[in-house]
């Protein structure tokens, strides 16, 4: 089938690859976001997804909205039979879910219809999920309610962040992918409607949100923390400043207060409203990612210091 792939992230990339090397797909072009600024210096770079489509020698297309008429004209042009769809990172309208002779599939990472929405990963840790997963379904108006083609599962690790855990699902996702758009050409496939019952939506998690609360659990702190790693991730203040924390550990049962801390030369232990947590690495605002001891070492917290 002639293929129009829209993906924006790394997370993209092994099914860009996976549907490239296929011998049954096309893909004719890729649609991205627009090229944007990242890094320390605020250049400008096009997305992972852009670059491997160049390397590639495949038609890009970055519309800055979706409905421009000059994009939904070049699409048509391309006559796609499906457009495979994996975190392109804009919403699409009717207009452009009209084109393609098959609809827009997506390739969701949960087990629909649970966590639908922008951050699913990021919130199935955050909720304490033994069991996640990646969904293909097509695309409707509705957010993520599509009828359902496949899905695979994947268990949550007891240390997995939502940077590990989504490098995995991408990885079987993308052969989830593959296989849906060839059931789909082979006519074998049928997509089946979500159940109306476990609906839970993920909304992206802001850096305000990402602020650990010290007076929650250590269950809690923990799960924060490795759901905002590595984006948008966690922070504290101390003295005023924002400092970002990397994956804690419980501890000792120390008797330490919400935000109080306690250094010694080998661990750098945080009170919570159950227990302390020992931190791992951090980065204090303005510099680079170090070893709690070694920050400890530098800013010696006294007994009146407490994280906020």
């Given at each position: 089938?002639?293929?129009?792939?829209?993906?924006?992230?790394?997370?993209?990339?092994?099914?860009?690859?996976?549907?490239?090397?296929?011998?049954?797909?096309?893909?004719?072009a890729v649609v991205t976001r627009p090229d944007a600024q990242s890094g320390r210096g605020r250049k400008v770079h096009p997305s992972p997804v852009a670059e491997l489509a160049e390397e590639?020698?495949?038609?890009?297309?970055?519309?800055?909205?979706?409905?421009?008429?000059?994009?939904?004209?070049?699409?048509?042009?391309?006559?796609?039979?499906?457009?495979?769809?994996?975190?392109?990172?804009?919403?699409?309208?009717q207009s452009a879910l009209d084109v393609p002779r098959v609809g827009w599939v997506n390739l969701h990472f949960s087990i629909l219809p649970a966590w639908r929405g922008a951050a699913p990963?990021?919130?199935?840790?955050?909720?304490?999920?033994?069991?996640?997963?990646?969904?293909?379904?097509?695309?409707?108006?509705?957010?993520?309610?599509?009828?359902?083609?496949?899905?695979?599962?994947?268990?949550?690790?007891?240390?997995?962040?939502?940077?590990?855990?989504?490098?995995?699902?991408?990885?079987?996702?993308?052969?989830?992918?593959?296989?849906?758009?060839?059931?789909?050409?082979?006519?074998?496939?049928?997509?089946?409607?979500?159940?109306?019952?476990?609906?839970?939506?993920?909304?992206?998690?802001?850096?305000?949100?990402?602020?650990?609360?010290?007076?929650?659990?250590?269950?809690?702190?923990?799960?924060?923390?490795?759901?905002?790693?590595?984006?948008?991730?966690?922070?504290?203040?101390?003295?005023?400043?924002?400092?970002?924390?990397?994956?804690?550990?419980?501890?000792?049962?120390?008797?330490?207060?919400?935000?109080?801390?306690?250094?010694?030369?080998?661990?750098?232990?945080?009170?919570?409203?159950?227990?302390?947590?020992?931190?791992?690495?951090?980065?204090?605002?303005?510099?680079?990612?170090?070893?709690?001891?070694?920050?400890?070492?530098?800013?010696?917290?006294?007994?009146?210091?407490?994280?906020?």
């Amino acid at each position: 089938m002639r293929l129009v792939f829209a993906g924006t992230p790394d997370t993209a990339l092994p099914s860009l690859r996976t549907l490239i090397d296929s011998p049954r797909h096309d893909v004719v072009a890729v649609v991205t976001r627009p090229d944007a600024q990242s890094g320390r210096g605020r250049k400008v770079h096009p997305s992972p997804v852009a670059e491997l489509a160049e390397e590639s020698g495949i038609e890009i297309l970055r519309p800055a909205k979706v409905g421009d008429l000059a994009f939904l004209d070049r699409l048509r042009e391309l006559e796609p039979d499906v457009c495979p769809v994996v975190a392109y990172g804009a919403l699409l309208p009717q207009s452009a879910l009209d084109v393609p002779r098959v609809g827009w599939v997506n390739l969701h990472f949960s087990i629909l219809p649970a966590w639908r929405g922008a951050a699913p990963v990021q919130h199935a840790i955050l909720h304490g999920d033994e069991i996640t997963g990646a969904s293909t379904f097509q695309i409707v108006k509705e957010l993520d309610a599509g009828p359902v083609y496949g899905v695979v599962t994947e268990q949550i690790k007891p240390g997995d962040t939502s940077g590990t855990l989504l490098e995995r699902l991408s990885v079987s996702g993308a052969e989830l992918l593959a296989a849906t758009l060839d059931g789909i050409e082979d006519g074998t496939l049928e997509a089946r409607p979500q159940p109306g019952d476990g609906v839970t939506i993920a909304p992206k998690i802001t850096v305000e949100d990402a602020r650990v609360d010290w007076s929650a659990p250590a269950m809690r702190v923990d799960r924060l923390v490795r759901a905002c790693t590595p984006n948008p991730g966690a922070w504290t203040e101390f003295r005023g400043q924002r400092l970002k924390l990397g994956p804690v550990r419980s501890a000792s049962d120390a008797s330490l207060r919400p935000g109080q801390i306690a250094a010694t030369k080998t661990s750098v232990l945080v009170g919570t409203a159950t227990g302390p947590v020992e931190l791992s690495d951090v980065q204090p605002q303005g510099k680079r990612l170090m070893s709690a001891v070694e920050w400890a070492r530098g800013v010696r917290p006294g007994d009146e210091d407490r994280f906020a």
